[in-house]
């Protein structure tokens, strides 16, 4: 990265992945803290991946909108599950993309290993591993190299380009078709 003002967009874009996993994780991880072993929530009397996220003082838009479920181990390995691949832009710039099936594992202000969120940068699809909290602040690493941003910034949770949360009938011009989801 040449300046870092250059490199500011990415790292927000970064952070917005990154984020999202880390609020995955910290619903799944709050979960397994009031029931123990392997967790599952996907009815309604569950809580809401954005409820577990809330419990551990993240903020909701860490996570996109459109969970369909989340498990939890007692590991602290997680799941969190959406309906299919999606995408959304950050900043208006930068690409984000979170699979159907994002991973990871949690631990008190900490998301690793985690798998199916990434971020586009020039010609490259980059996957955002590990995600920090520390007072305010969220860092997220894309190899060696992190960023940090204030939870501030995650108020709302942001939308993937063509889901139909509500069923009024989205336009699915942005979906993404399984074949696309693993180029």
């Known amino acids: ?10 790292v927000l874009l970064l952070l917005l992945a990154a984020t999202a996993a880390a609020a995955a994780a910290a619903a799944a991880a709050t979960e397994a803290s009031i029931g123990g072993g392997n967790t599952t929530a996907t009815s309604s009397s569950s809580p809401t991946a954005y409820e577990m996220l809330e419990r551990y003082d993240f903020p909701r838009g860490i996570l996109p909108a459109g969970v369909s479920g989340y498990e939890l181990r007692g590991d602290g390995s997680f799941e969190v599950y959406f309906p299919r691949p999606c995408e959304f832009l950050l900043a208006g710039t930068w690409l984000v993309r979170y699979e159907a099936r ?15 969120i990434s971020v586009k940068v020039l010609f490259l699809w980059l996957g955002v591993g590990e995600v920090d909290r520390a007072g305010d602040t969220l860092s997220f690493y894309i190899g060696p190299v992190a960023t940090s941003f204030p939870l501030d910034d995650f108020a709302e949770s942001p939308r993937c380009r063509g889901y139909d949360y509500d069923g009024a ?3 699915d011009a942005f979906f993404l078709p399984a074949a696309a989801a693993s180029s």
């Open 1 to 10: 990265m040449a300046s870092s003002t250059s490199s500011y967009p990415l």
């Open 102 to 116: 994002v991973r990871g594992s949690v631990a008190a202000g900490s998301l690793t290993a985690l798998e199916g």
């Open 169 to 171: 009938g989205a336009d």
